[in-house]
């Protein structure tokens, strides 16, 4: 971003400035079959994307209107795969009451890997805990690793922040039933709006010498978003 959109931002440098701004993005997508192994298939063309610089306040307003062009009030289970950010929780809370909210298996097993290797667990029994992951078993995960941490010989800071990493599983537990979502035939994984940061948001905002306001680049993004969701025509027949 320029250094002008950034004069209330906070940075993550050690400098405390920042240098970016946080793009949300969602996707809206439909499913309707499982293959013959009872995976979850996305079905063809059906997935669109919105995204802003913006609030999560507007974004949580603009993924629900999406949603709801897209027919969410006759779909037979709505579904909320997310990174399980705070924000994200009350985005689905607020406008899709009554979803199964689901945290990405693979934000799930990246934050396992933190506290397993802060821990010095074996290979092995790293292995151990992601296939209790990947069943769901979010209490015998908790009760396996609340007791390495009384065993462990380490400063309060250390012992501090395991326990706040472990509180992500705490406060998660029922949103990472995996197994009983896999039985169901929903998807687990939010591949789909991961690359779409790629695909959406990287291959054209990100490119090497490029520095945004907000509103160039929220214009930007809504093209994007309407090309590569198949609006692009629509878009400008209903500006004309």
């Known amino acids: 971003m320029r250094k002008s959109e950034l004069t209330a931002s906070k940075g993550k440098a050690t400098d405390g400035n920042a240098k970016t701004r946080e793009v949300k993005l969602g996707c809206v997508f439909t499913q309707t079959r499982t293959d013959e192994e009872g995976r979850p298939v ?5 997935t669109t994307y919105v995204g ?4 999560s306040t ?3 307003m603009r993924i629900y209107q999406e949603a709801v062009r897209r027919g969410c009030e006759r779909a037979e289970q709505i579904i909320v795969l997310t990174d399980g950010a705070r924000y994200n929780k009350t985005i689905a809370a607020t406008h899709f009451p009554g979803a199964v909210h689901i945290i990405d298996l693979y934000h799930a097993r990246e934050h396992l890997a933190e ?21 769901g078993r979010i209490e015998d995960i908790l009760s396996n690793a609340k007791a390495r941490i009384e065993s462990l010989c380490a400063s309060a800071v250390v012992m501090g922040e395991l326990r706040k990493k472990l509180g992500y599983f705490e406060q998660n537990a029922d949103l990472m039933r995996y197994a009983d979502f896999r039985l169901a035939g929903y998807f687990v994984g939010s591949g789909v709006v991961e690359a779409g940061c790629r695909t959406v948001i990287g291959q054209r905002l990100k490119r090497s010498g490029m520095f945004w306001s907000v509103r160039r680049a929220n214009s930007i993004i809504a093209m994007r978003c309407c090309q590569i969701s198949g609006r692009f ?8």
């Open 52 to 55: 802003a610089i913006e609030s």
């Open 58 to 60: 507007l974004f949580g």
């Open 115 to 135: 506290i397993a290797k802060a821990l010095g667990l074996e290979e092995a029994q790293q292995n151990d805990w992601r296939d209790l992951l990947d069943m």
């Open 233 to 240: 025509e629509d878009f400008w027949a209903a500006a004309a």
């Open 42 to 46: 996305r079905d063809p063309d059906s």
